[in-house]
């Protein structure tokens, strides 16, 4: 059974930084895409970047572009999410999510196979 957990989250000011990072068990880390989301109060759950098996391909929403950088380390089943320059509209809880499709950069959530819980990250103005 293959689980994603996510870890790292915190309470961030505007401007600061933060790194998530999600484990992937059960399964062959390599065989996946991954990808992150996240959603906000009150609002729907949205893209926000994604990898290919090699770590070779990369995409980001709009809204991160330049400020976040998403990395994986097969090695240690891992992929992060490195948070730059954050705002307040940032805050969200951030999902972890594994694809059965490695060579790809997948940004819809229902290309996705398995998701972990969620981390809370909470930036203050």
């Known amino acids: 059974q293959v689980q994603v957990v996510e870890s790292g989250g915190g309470l961030v000011q505007a401007g600061g930084s933060l790194r998530v990072s999600c484990v992937v068990s059960?399964?062959?880390?390599?065989?996946?895409?991954m990808g992150w989301f996240r959603q906000g109060p009150g609002k729907e759950r949205e893209f926000v970047a994604a990898?290919?098996?090699?770590?070779?391909?990369?995409y980001y929403a709009d809204s991160v572009k330049g400020r976040f950088t998403i990395s994986r380390d097969n090695a240690k089943n891992t992929v992060y999410l490195q948070m730059n320059s954050l705002k307040p509209e940032d805050t969200a809880t951030y999902y972890c999510?594994?694809?059965?499709?490695?060579?790809?950069?997948?940004?819809?959530?229902?290309?996705?196979?398995?998701w972990g819980q969620g981390t809370q990250v909470t930036v203050s103005s």
């Open positions: 999510a594994a694809a059965r499709f490695r060579n790809a950069v997948l940004t819809r959530a229902t290309d996705y196979n398995y």
């Open positions: 059960g399964g062959t880390f390599e065989e996946y895409a």
């Open positions: 990898i290919s098996w090699t770590g070779g391909s990369t």
